[in-house]
């Protein structure tokens, strides 16, 4: 079993910068092959990929919509994967979730077992 627990996530202006975090728990991890990915949710839309990791940080992945402003990494003694969220804009508004999942699962919410309770990202123009 993990247990993923999000934060960080509040109301800001569009340009600001937050940044998520994601406390993991539970069985062991091999930091290669086990991934952290963020996804995020908007009202009435699909919940949609936006980064995902692997423990060692040798490997990640970015949506388009958030290459070059979001930067995902992991701290391995703290258990924990960040999304830093730089020049924030009204588009990114929904609740965001962690999940954890082999690396190879990419983009495929289906493949990951492990779902946080997510966290809300509000962003006014």
């Known amino acids: 079993q993990v247990q993923l627990v999000e934060s960080g996530g509040g109301l800001v202006q569009a340009g600001d910068s937050l940044r998520l975090s994601c406390a993991a728990s539970?069985?062991?991890?091999?930091?290669?092959?086990?991934?952290m990915a963020w996804f995020r949710q908007a009202p009435g839309k699909e919940r949609q990929f936006v980064a995902v990791?692997?423990?060692?940080?040798?490997?990640?992945d970015y949506a388009n919509s958030v290459k070059g402003r979001f930067t995902i990494s992991t701290d391995i003694p703290k258990k924990t994967v960040y999304l830093q969220m730089d020049t924030l804009k009204p588009e990114d508004t929904a609740v965001y979730y962690c999940?954890?999942?082999?690396?190879?699962?990419?983009?495929?919410?289906?493949?990951?077992?492990?779902w946080g309770q997510g966290t809300q990202v509000t962003v006014s123009a």
């Open positions: 999940a954890e999942g082999p690396i190879s699962a990419s983009g495929d919410a289906t493949r990951y077992t492990y």
């Open positions: 539970g069985r062991p991890f091999n930091i290669y092959i086990n991934g």
């Open positions: 990791v692997n423990w060692s940080g040798s490997k990640t």
